[in-house]
């Protein structure tokens, strides 16, 4: 719920539903709504145009850079090369300083495009100096560099970052350290999931704890995904070949029912986190109707396929309305909106 | 993104038009409104949504098995019964699982009904199953009362559209259902606020929303052309009479954005804001999905929907990769452009920072 129920968003409904208690004349009726549809402000409009235009400036330097070096790639002197990422990332980082309080956001991308170089800047040192590394080491290594500024940076986005790039780092190492081996892949994963897991908690806590640039919630719903997603795929390895997964296979189940439950505990600590419940329930229905289809066809003869899609249609439309029963009777309780 | 009650509340207090005790007895009623709503967020939707057609594939997979598809009247008996049956069931019952049930059998239905006309008429007939599902779906637009159903519709509608114009008229017809898709977007959305309540106000968000999800999909189509787009190659519209339009669309609706803002398009700031979306539209002519990106953009902030604004972003990048990719340039004057351009933004960012908060060093701008 949030701290006061008239913080929820001025829909037609609710509006009418004023009109219907008498607190809002019928008459203005007309005018109410005319409020609630009113366009942005033109502060709004200020900060929105200036976010695009901070946007659409790194990102398109950014592709250039890539491009350059694209095209460049096999005149440049190594000293060239380095220089050039060395100098890109000075700048990057002197820029996102030097901002200091009149743009924030700027500052912000400054650091973004600064931690994409070091990237660019150890596969060119990789090439010239034929290191012999192999890629792993590239991405664990650029994970290793950019953990300091993503710590000092207070901008979510480079934690995403960060753990994008352990978590291909994490699969490099596989495939490449331990030869892509079968009976280790599954534990891989799992292994992956526990570390996003953390990464997720530990969002969570300390935006718990109150800490300002992590309220939003958007970031912490790409964790919880993040998390969610590796688990979900070995548990349904796990029913259909359980022999191929082994162990790991129930951890993760374990795991995933565990991350049902931290979901609602999040959401009923947050006073409406409909989005985890949503995640989910996904997950718990395409783990049972999996369940269902995998022992429905062990059971039948292959002409009962016609049974099988019979029992999965109906097992999926009750699981649907008792998961939207379920979420709308806890998007009552919490208050939470449309555009949640 | 949108106002709350306190908002709305506070500025009618303000007008004059409540008083000011109005807000206590508001949230007192807010309470006993929320325990019977059953308004649900737009993942909600999408997951029953999503739920419905895996569901509906599995229907339709009980009659292929059975053997029913092998008869297209048969198909198409059944398909109507089902698309009958689930509509006047939701139009009398409630209840969640009935919801669920009756929508999953509706699309089974109209898949079934448009299969078995397709199959019926084999691929020289391709115009009348597009006929048909353009009919179903708007009949069921209307009547299926299910904005789930309705958003389901509206995309199989513009879909079924792309089709039937495509067999009519070739890539001419594609590219002017392109553009009257964008109107429509647009039009609906800016028109939105002044409509009065009824079935018309209730039909605008599922369609809008159905038909600016379509509306990347089929203008970056017409940018990659393959062998099932040869006929687009030979009698289509030149792609700047394309960009022409959505730039007139754009402008359009960034010129009502400054209207609301009570800015003058002949004013300064009017003519920068028409100044640069043209000068995007000249440097992207060939491209009309930059110009088609922008114009939702625009349409997403001053509608102040988060859905569209999403829509937007990615579209805009995904438009932005299309014309570097096509510019008839060496990687390196491609970087440079890039570079160039990028520098540009940021200058742009540095400078409109100024002029709207000038002497306010200490000051945090978001």
Known sequence: MPKDILDLEATPERLQALVDAGVLPPPYLRRARDLALAPPSREDWQRFLATTLIALGSLLVLSGVIYFFAYNWAGLHRFAKLGLIGLGITGCTLAAVGSGPLSQRFGHFGLLAATVLVGPLLAVYGQAYQTGADAFELFVGWAALILPWVAVSRFSPLWLLLLVLVDVGAVLVWKQLFDGADDLFTWWVVGIALFNGFAWATYEHFANLRVPWLQARGMARVFACMTVAPLLVVSIGFVVVPRSTGPAGTVAVVLLLATFAAEYALHRHLGGELFLLTLGALCAMTLVTTVIGHASLESQRFDDVAFTFFVLSIAIIAQVALAVWWLRREARATGTTEES | ?366
């Open chain 2, 1 to 366: 993104m949108r106002p709350s009650l306190q908002d709305v509340l506070r500025n009618l207090e303000a007008e004059g038009l409540v008083a000011a005790e109005a807000l206590p007895r508001a949230r007192a009623a807010m309470e006993v409104h929320q325990r019977n709503s059953t308004a649900t967020p737009w993942f909600v939707k999408a997951f029953a949504g999503l739920g419905a057609w895996v569901a509906a594939l599995f229907l339709i997979g009980i009659f292929t098995c059975v053997g029913i598809v092998e008869s297209e009247e048969a198909m198409m008996g059944l398909g109507l019964v089902f698309c009958i049956a689930a509509t006047a069931t939701r139009g009398v019952a409630g209840g969640v699982f009935l919801e669920q049930l009756t929508m999953a059998l509706c699309l089974a239905g109209v898949g079934m009904l448009v299969g078995g006309i397709a199959a019926k008429g084999g691929l020289r007939d391709v115009e009348v199953a597009a006929g048909a599902a353009i009919a179903v779906g708007a009949v069921l637009l209307v009547t299926f009362p299910d904005v789930i159903m309705r958003f389901l519709m509206a995309l199989l509608i513009a879909n079924a559209t792309q089709v039937l114009t495509y067999q009519l008229l070739g890539g001419v017809g594609m590219e002017l259902a392109v553009l009257a898709e964008a109107l429509l977007v647009h039009v609906l959305l800016l028109r939105q606020p002044r409509m009065a309540d009824g079935l018309p106000a209730r039909l605008v968000s599922p369609v809008a929303f159905g038909l600016a999800l379509c509306l990347p999909v089929h203008v970056l189509a017409r940018l990659w052309p393959g062998d099932i787009f040869r006929v687009t190659d030979e009698s289509s519209l030149p792609l700047a009479v394309i960009t022409l339009g959505l730039t007139a669309l754009t402008l359009f609706t960034s010129w009502q954005a400054m209207k609301a803002q009570d800015l003058e398009p002949s004013g300064g700031a009017g003519a920068v804001i028409f100044g640069a979306l043209t000068l995007l539209a000249l440097l992207t002519l060939n491209v009309p999905a930059v110009i088609a990106a922008t114009g939702l953009l625009v349409l997403g902030f001053h509608r102040r929907s988060n859905i569209l604004l999403g829509i937007a972003v990615a579209f805009l990048l995904v438009a932005g990769n299309v014309y570097y990719y096509s510019l008839a340039f060496t990687l390196l004057a491609k970087a440079l452009a890039l570079i160039g351009s990028g520098l540009v933004f940021l200058g742009l960012h540095r400078f409109f920072l100024r002029r709207t908060h000038p002497g306010m060093p200490t000051a945090e701008v978001r």
